[in-house]
């Protein structure tokens, strides 16, 4: 479980993150929705640590977090799963190389091993047999699935993703959505996704926190969203008339 | 008070980098990887500006000595101390600010702004004694071969203007190759060459690993890169020879 208590960040007197307390919980999916520069990548990076919050305090199963030293954030992270929007895979290294380097760097299995975990996790995201290409030689939506069975290669215990939706088709994206549903409930992390993506809060959000100017403005499940009378949620959910019409018919 | 920040972060950076790392074997692949990318790479564009830098060394001295009552061996002696005092390590080194510190801080950049650096964290990765490390220990162990390299071929590219030209004979060449020879001041090249390797490694590092935005900002990293590691290897070069030679 993480715990995020009262957590504020600002640059250069800029307010981005006010305050804003949370608890995710294993097994569930957590997703984090708001308009562009409402806080929400910036309360994910002082999440995992790549901001530090001006205030507050962030707990991964009762172990703090912010003020621990470098050498114990390190520790924390090798327990950390990280899907980034563009997928951030090492580009000079082929497909195997990216998945294999946590093995490499932080356990002590054999080459076998390690090639058997890595052919489980393409598997499991299906791109079995791509081994040998190169980041540079697959399309974005396999970059993403590669992405995400590289966070999962050493069974983390929590998931971070962030817009892994994003430049996607609707169909891949479902993939996506569903591989990351699938993945949470069968390790048991706790995953926390950021996202733009209404589909995705539709199919597979446990829980809802909506930041709105650096603060959390709502939060709920997935069937609390159409029933809320909260305004600024409104307006980001059901900005589009398709989404205005599943909300009639839903009331 | 924006150069004491930038000086300041540098060194932070630089208390980052010399940690240690976290599995040695894949610590010292990465140093083999950078020794080729680094080093190894570097060979050819050493080796041309040298050779034909001696042979014109050579030409342009000989030009010059055409008196009667300046001995002809000074030409050798001339191309072999410039060499030796000031190419193979000065010149060299400013040329590779160009090609190796722009190619480090590209490389650096990207991996920043392409969220590779922030996968690394994420891992629990040191990122920066990671990536920087075995880039510094590289060109620390392959820059002084570069330049003894490039001492040889630049005599040789002036020995190749004495065979083939009659503007000084071979004879005379080779007599100033070996006269009044102080072997220090191959030790001062050589200390010269180490200390600029580690500017260029780590200017280059920095400027790529601070990038944030996009390409254009890669692109501006790699020019500042290049612009003070240059800067600060002229500085260096007149510290070392003050306190060296002097």
Redesign the interface.
């Known amino acids: 479980m993480i715990e995020v208590k009262n957590i504020s960040k600002s640059f250069n007197n800029n307010h981005v993150l006010k305050n804003v307390s949370a608890d995710f919980v294993p097994g569930k999916i957590s997703m984090v929705i708001g308009k562009s520069g409402s806080g929400k990548t910036v309360l994910l990076k002082s999440v995992?640590?790549?901001h530090t919050p001006d205030e507050g305090e962030i707990f991964f199963d009762k172990r703090e977090f912010t003020k621990a030293n470098?050498k114990f954030k390190?520790?924390?992270?090798?327990e950390?799963g990280?899907v980034?929007?563009?997928g951030?895979?090492?580009?000079s290294s082929n497909i195997e190389d990216n998945i294999r380097?946590?093995l490499?760097?932080?356990t002590n299995m054999t080459k076998t091993e390690k090639k058997k975990r890595v052919d489980f996790c393409l598997e499991r995201v299906n791109m079995e047999d791509s081994n040998k290409l190169f980041p540079a030689e697959i399309s974005g939506g396999m970059q993403k699935r590669v992405s995400i069975a590289r966070a999962i290669v050493l069974n983390p215990k929590y998931l971070?993703c962030d817009e892994p939706n994003s430049g996607l088709d609707p169909q891949t994206a479902i993939l996506i959505d569903r591989l990351i549903k699938e993945i949470t409930a069968e390790y048991n992390t706790t995953t926390i996704v950021n996202t733009h993506d209404m589909n995705s809060v539709i199919e597979i959000a446990d829980n809802i926190y909506f930041i709105h100017e650096g603060q959390k403005w709502w939060e709920g499940g997935r069937d609390d969203i159409f029933y809320s009378d909260n305004k600024e949620l409104n307006d980001f959910v059901f900005a589009s008339d398709l989404y205005k019409k599943i909300k009639a018919l839903a009331k | 008070m924006k150069m004491f920040t930038i000086i300041g972060k540098y060194f932070v950076l630089m208390g980052n980098v010399f940690t240690k790392p976290v599995r040695p074997s894949i610590f010292f692949k990465r140093v083999l990887d950078e020794i080729e990318q680094i080093g190894v790479d570097s060979l050819w564009i050493v080796a041309i500006v040298s050779i034909f830098m001696g042979a014109v060394l050579t030409l342009q001295v000989a030009i010059n000595f055409e008196a009667p009552y300046i001995p002809k061996y000074l030409i050798g002696l001339s191309a072999r101390d410039t060499m030796i005092l000031e190419f193979s390590s000065t010149i060299i080194c400013l040329i590779l600010a160009g090609k190796v510190g722009s190619n480090i801080a590209s490389e650096i950049g990207t991996m920043r702004i392409t969220e590779q650096i922030d996968a690394l964290e994420i891992m629990g990765v040191n990122s920066a004694g990671y990536l920087i490390l075995p880039k510094m220990i590289a060109a620390f162990l392959t820059f002084p071969v570069l330049n003894i390299l490039s001492i040889i071929l630049g005599i040789f590219g002036g020995y190749a203007v004495a065979s083939f030209t009659d503007t000084v004979m071979v004879y005379d060449y080779l007599y100033g190759l070996n006269y009044a020879f102080v072997p220090f001041y191959v030790t001062y090249s050589l200390i010269k060459i180490c200390v600029f390797s580690l500017i260029i490694t780590s200017v280059s590092s920095f400027y790529g690993y601070y990038t944030y935005g996009g390409a254009l900002e890669v692109g501006q990293s790699s020019t500042k890169a290049v612009v003070y590691s240059i800067i600060l290897i002229l500085l260096f070069n007149l510290i070392l020879t003050q306190l060296l030679l002097t």
């Open positions: 995992i640590g790549l470098m390190r520790q924390i992270r090798q950390i990280m980034f929007q563009g951030a895979l090492f580009t380097f946590p490499d760097l932080f971070f």
